[in-house]
Protein backbone atom coordinates (compact mmCIF):
# COMPACT_ATOMS: atom_id res chain seq x y z
CA UNK A 1 0.00 0.00 0.00
CA UNK A 2 1.26 3.28 -1.11
CA UNK A 3 0.97 6.80 1.15
CA UNK A 4 -1.48 7.81 -1.50
CA UNK A 5 -3.45 4.77 -0.67
CA UNK A 6 -3.81 6.03 2.61
CA UNK A 7 -4.69 9.83 1.69
CA UNK A 8 -7.40 8.74 -0.80
CA UNK A 9 -10.77 9.24 1.21
CA UNK A 10 -13.33 6.61 0.43
CA UNK A 11 -15.34 3.52 2.09
CA UNK A 12 -14.34 1.17 4.57
CA UNK A 13 -15.49 -1.29 6.56
CA UNK A 14 -14.82 -2.13 9.92
CA UNK A 15 -14.81 -5.38 11.39
CA UNK A 16 -14.68 -6.31 15.04
CA UNK A 17 -14.68 -9.96 16.83
CA UNK A 18 -14.54 -10.99 19.88
CA UNK A 19 -12.53 -14.34 20.67
CA UNK A 20 -14.85 -17.28 21.44
CA UNK A 21 -13.75 -21.33 21.16
CA UNK A 22 -17.00 -22.15 20.88
CA UNK A 23 -16.12 -21.02 17.23
CA UNK A 24 -13.81 -23.22 14.69
CA UNK A 25 -11.97 -19.93 13.64
CA UNK A 26 -11.41 -18.78 17.29
CA UNK A 27 -13.39 -15.84 17.16
CA UNK A 28 -16.87 -14.47 16.56
CA UNK A 29 -17.96 -11.06 14.96
CA UNK A 30 -19.36 -8.69 17.48
CA UNK A 31 -19.89 -5.50 15.04
CA UNK A 32 -19.50 -4.46 11.43
CA UNK A 33 -20.15 -1.10 10.10
CA UNK A 34 -19.70 0.86 6.44
CA UNK A 35 -17.64 4.26 6.98
CA UNK A 36 -17.83 6.58 3.98
CA UNK A 37 -15.20 9.32 3.52
CA UNK A 38 -12.78 8.15 5.53
CA UNK A 39 -8.85 7.19 5.12
CA UNK A 40 -7.60 4.31 6.23
CA UNK A 41 -5.96 5.65 9.52
CA UNK A 42 -9.36 7.52 9.84
CA UNK A 43 -11.19 4.22 10.33
CA UNK A 44 -8.86 2.01 12.12
CA UNK A 45 -8.80 4.88 15.14
CA UNK A 46 -12.54 4.48 14.85
CA UNK A 47 -12.32 0.23 15.29
CA UNK A 48 -9.24 1.12 18.07
CA UNK A 49 -11.79 2.85 20.05
CA UNK A 50 -14.30 0.11 19.50
CA UNK A 51 -11.98 -2.21 21.15
CA UNK A 52 -11.34 0.25 23.99
CA UNK A 53 -14.80 0.23 24.72
CA UNK A 54 -14.87 -2.99 25.20
CA UNK A 55 -17.15 -4.24 21.89
CA UNK A 56 -14.16 -6.43 20.66
CA UNK A 57 -10.69 -8.48 21.22
CA UNK A 58 -9.62 -7.49 17.23
CA UNK A 59 -10.57 -6.30 14.54
CA UNK A 60 -10.28 -6.00 10.36
CA UNK A 61 -10.40 -2.60 8.12
CA UNK A 62 -11.57 -3.35 4.75
CA UNK A 63 -12.02 -1.73 1.61
CA UNK A 64 -16.01 -1.65 1.10
CA UNK A 65 -16.17 -2.07 -2.84
CA UNK A 66 -13.23 -3.65 -4.58
CA UNK A 67 -13.57 -3.80 -8.68
CA UNK A 68 -13.43 -7.16 -10.30
CA UNK A 69 -14.19 -8.32 -14.44
CA UNK A 70 -17.23 -9.82 -15.64
CA UNK A 71 -16.57 -13.31 -16.99
CA UNK A 72 -18.69 -13.58 -19.67
CA UNK A 73 -18.38 -10.01 -20.67
CA UNK A 74 -14.89 -9.06 -19.38
CA UNK A 75 -15.87 -5.62 -18.42
CA UNK A 76 -14.95 -4.30 -15.40
CA UNK A 77 -17.26 -3.64 -12.28
CA UNK A 78 -17.60 -2.80 -8.38
CA UNK A 79 -18.56 -5.14 -5.56
CA UNK A 80 -18.54 -5.11 -2.05
CA UNK A 81 -15.86 -7.29 -0.33
CA UNK A 82 -17.71 -9.62 1.62
CA UNK A 83 -20.25 -11.03 -1.67
CA UNK A 84 -20.00 -15.15 -1.58
CA UNK A 85 -17.98 -16.10 -4.35
CA UNK A 86 -21.21 -17.97 -6.06
CA UNK A 87 -22.86 -14.80 -6.36
CA UNK A 88 -20.41 -12.58 -8.32
CA UNK A 89 -20.56 -12.81 -11.84
CA UNK A 90 -16.90 -12.76 -11.53
CA UNK A 91 -17.06 -16.52 -10.80
CA UNK A 92 -17.62 -19.46 -12.99
CA UNK A 93 -20.72 -21.13 -10.67
CA UNK A 94 -22.51 -17.63 -11.09
CA UNK A 95 -23.09 -18.36 -14.72
CA UNK A 96 -24.02 -22.01 -14.73
CA UNK A 97 -27.20 -21.67 -12.56
Not at 41 to 57: F, P, R, W, Y
Not at 73 to 86: L, V
Amino acid sequence: MTQLDNDIKTTYTIEVYKNDKRYIVGHRLTYKMDYDNRTREEATLLAKELISKGVGDSFAVCLTYVTKKNLLSGIEFQERYDTPHFCSPSSETYWSM
